[in-house]
């Protein structure tokens, strides 16, 4: 156990909606990062979040976004969706000054 | 684009045999990770290598970082059906903010008994 904590472990829904993923880093940590791993591309870095604020950000899709609150839970979400947004979802965290990513279980979204 | 090419692809020997994965780059980073992945389970952090020529070891498991800091290897010796995985190296790019990792596409080894 990481001490990531995603919910939820699977969502299904249809094109067109909207889904919220959320994440719970490890205590202590204040970096999220979001990360999707599909078959053909792989594990591709989506955002990160430090302590609240944007830190770097990836090919995150314009219908995507996330935020990180201020007890440091963050959440992911995906508009819009299209059936190639089905994926594995995984939230990581870490502490700054660590370059160790320590990742949750991953939601798998399913767009029908 | 940071790329992290990893090699090979499939990987299937008997129990006992030794094994090398291999990942590449023309990037350097500041530091690389190797991660173990079960199928639709999160990565598990196996080793992170952070100066150039490092060698760590963790039990049957050796992880080495190049000199230059484009490439590692993960070395298992004698081989066992429970190393049986998804495995992926991983790489913070040096000179950019953040500490986001880059993915190689991972092997997938298979060990039989």
């Known amino acids: 156990d990481s001490g990531v904590t995603q919910t939820p472990k699977h969502l299904i829904t249809a094109t067109g909606q909207r889904v919220t993923l959320r994440c719970s880093p490890r205590?202590?940590?204040?970096?999220v990062y979001w990360y999707q791993q599909s078959l053909d591309q792989g594990l591709q870095f989506l955002i990160q979040?430090?302590?609240?604020?944007?830190?770097a950000k990836g090919n995150i899709l314009e219908r995507f976004s996330a935020q990180q609150f201020p007890d440091l839970h963050s959440e992911l979400n995906l508009s819009s969706l299209e059936l190639g947004d089905s994926a594995l979802y995984f939230c990581?965290?870490?502490?700054?000054?660590?370059?160790?990513?320590?990742f949750g279980p991953g939601t798998r979204l399913t767009v029908t | 684009t940071q790329l992290l090419e990893q090699s090979p692809q499939f990987l299937s020997i008997q129990e006992g045999e030794n094994l090398t994965v291999y990942c590449n780059s023309s990037s350097v980073f500041s530091s690389l990770q190797w991660y173990r992945q079960e199928p639709g389970e999160g990565p598990v952090l196996l080793v992170t290598?952070?100066?150039?020529?490092e060698v760590k070891k963790l039990k049957r498991l050796t992880f080495q970082f190049g000199d230059a800091r484009k490439d590692s290897s993960l070395h298992i010796t004698a081989a066992q059906p429970g190393d049986t995985g998804l495995y992926l190296c991983?790489?913070?790019?040096?000179?950019?903010?953040?500490?986001?990792?880059?993915f190689g596409a991972g092997t997938i080894l298979r060990v039989k008994s």
């Open positions: 290598v952070v100066t150039g020529g």
């Open positions: 979040y430090y302590n609240g604020e944007e830190r």
């Open positions: 205590s202590g940590d204040l970096s």
């Open positions: 991983a790489g913070s790019p040096i000179m950019e903010y953040g500490n986001k990792l880059v």
């Open positions: 990581a965290s870490s502490t700054d000054i660590s370059y160790e990513q320590y």
